[in-house]
């Protein structure tokens, strides 16, 4: 997450700038942040810009390169409502922690463009205390 080495080895596409903004400790606005976030995770964009063939990832919908028939067809299971920019990060962080399976903890991976989002980043697990 936020690995600097996706900055010298990936290719140009949307979200590298917001990458590096935020590696140099940048704020980003939230569709910054999923597009930084969308970079960092399809490394780059080594192979170039794409889709990511994700329509499952509470991110896609915002995904710069996405595929909008994939949205209707894959994300039926949303029942049509629309997912805000700010809702689907905190569905991506749900997911991504695992749907927060040890309580509502911090998420300790502060280099990800997607950690000034998270709800419960200020947030001590008594696990965390031991």
Do not use: F, V
Not at 13 to 42: F, P, V, W
Not at 81 to 95: M, W
């Amino acid at each position: 997450m936020g690995n600097p080495d996706i900055i010298k080895t990936g290719g140009a596409g949307k979200g590298r700038a917001d990458l590096i903004k935020h590696l140099k400790g940048g704020r980003l606005y939230q569709t910054q942040a999923i597009r930084a976030k969308c970079y960092e995770c399809m490394l780059g964009y080594a192979d170039g810009p794409g889709d990511c063939q994700t329509p499952r990832c509470p991110l896609y919908r915002y995904m710069p390169y996405h595929c909008k028939e994939k949205i209707i067809a894959d994300q039926s299971y949303m029942q049509g409502s629309r997912i805000s920019s700010r809702g689907a990060i905190l569905a991506k962080g749900y997911d991504c922690m695992g749907g927060y399976l040890d309580g509502k903890c911090n998420c300790k991976i502060t280099a990800c463009p997607l950690y000034p989002w998270m709800p419960y980043k200020n947030i001590e697990c008594p696990k965390d205390r031991e």
